[in-house]
């Protein structure tokens, strides 16, 4: 079944493919240059969150109606309903975000009641524990979990859109989260149909014939957020908090960066700049060689803690100073430039 599935999903994606300029125009929602942020030279389709959301969707039917075990954790309706709930709630606020620009408290607003909302159906989501590798003992948040949770949901949702700025940036970090679910999960093939159509996307994106948009990037992060809590809530297959934490080092990082930088020199945090690590590469390498210094910074970290067992501080420090020296050759790089 999961061959056919596989047959379905590619047969599915070539009628996408092939009908992407119809639809394109159908949704009419494009991401156009300004030459100050945006420095693409035609205007672009914002189709990501649409064709991701639409497979994942299939995803989701095929394993409620279909295949029962293609993935395991989810036991009753009501979680699959969360996990609808929470994406397509998500994907909205995205879209519409998309075509009308929210304010940002508008929309750090309409998240934190769709997560509220989300966990208040799935108490399998809430976090209420935290088990770090060089603590002998569970942190329990008794009362602040629901308030812990929707913190951590919200801010990897803004890392991951601050993250977002070049094409294949997001979409191949979400690739590497995916993989290592897949490799911890005994290969889950529910994982690989993810990373099937994430690649599908990588491939239209790099050759800039869509955009993720808002709508993409919190759709992204609303699956990812819930995967990551389950496997370290009910699957267990993630055992420590730590390895959440260096799993997502590198956007949570540059969002905590670029914060404070714009907090210090009296700018506004939630205006954009060219400041963001993929914007430094870039002003001296070319695409393919910025994600590929950006996809070395995204393992890096999980392959020390996880793969090679190097403890949390040590992993830590050795994350850092890679960041670091990267954000500042980049800098004096452009400098001299």
């Known amino acids: 079944m999961n061959i056919i599935f596989f047959g379905f999903l590619i047969i599915l994606n070539i009628i996408i493919l092939i009908n992407l300029d119809k639809l394109s125009k159908n949704i009419n929602i494009f991401d156009y240059p300004d030459n100050l942020l945006k420095k693409h030279k035609n205007q ?11 497979n994942f969707f299939f995803l989701l039917i095929y394993s409620i109606y279909f295949d029962h075990t293609l993935f395991y ?45 989300t966990i208040l159906i799935n108490k399998n989501l809430i976090i209420d524990n935290i088990n770090l590798s060089f603590y002998e003992k569970r942190i329990f948040l008794n009362n602040f979990s629901f308030l812990f949770t929707i913190f951590c949901i919200l801010l990897f949702t803004n890392a991951l859109n601050f993250y977002d700025g070049i094409n294949g940036q997001s979409l191949i970090f979400a690739i590497i989260i995916f993989s290592f679910l897949f490799l ?20 239209l994106n790099l050759n800039n014939k869509l955009f993720m948009g808002d709508s993409g990037i919190y759709t ?50 939630f205006i954009g700049d060219r400041n963001h690590i993929h914007h430094l590469l870039m002003n001296k390498l070319n695409l393919v060689k910025t994600n590929l210094v950006l996809v070395l910074l995204g393992i890096f970290p999980i392959l020390l803690f996880h ?3 190097i403890e949390f501080f040590v992993t830590l420090i050795l994350s850092l100073i890679l960041y670091f020296i990267i954000i500042i050759v980049s800098k004096i790089k452009r400098k001299n430039a």
Request: net charge neutral; charged share 15%; proline share 2%.
């Open 44 to 54: 672009i389709p914002i189709l990501g969150g649409i064709i991701f959301i639409t």
């Open 307 to 309: 793969f090679f067992k």
């Open 184 to 203: 911890i999960s005994n290969f889950n093939f529910f994982y690989l149909f993810i990373i099937i159509i994430l690649s599908f996307l990588v491939i």
């Open 73 to 117: 954790e989810l036991e009753n309706k009501r979680e699959y309903f969360s996990l609808i709930l929470l994406t397509m709630l998500f994907f909205l606020t995205g879209l519409y975000d998309d075509k009308y620009q929210l304010i940002p408290n508008k929309k750090i607003f309409f998240i934190v009641i769709i997560i509220l909302s």
């Open 220 to 269: 992204l992060s609303s699956v990812i957020s819930f995967f990551l809590i389950y496997e370290y809530n009910f699957t267990k297959n993630i055992i420590f908090s730590d390895a959440i934490f260096f799993l997502l080092f590198v956007p949570c990082m540059d969002l905590f960066r670029l914060v404070t930088e714009r907090i210090i020199t009296g700018k506004n945090a």
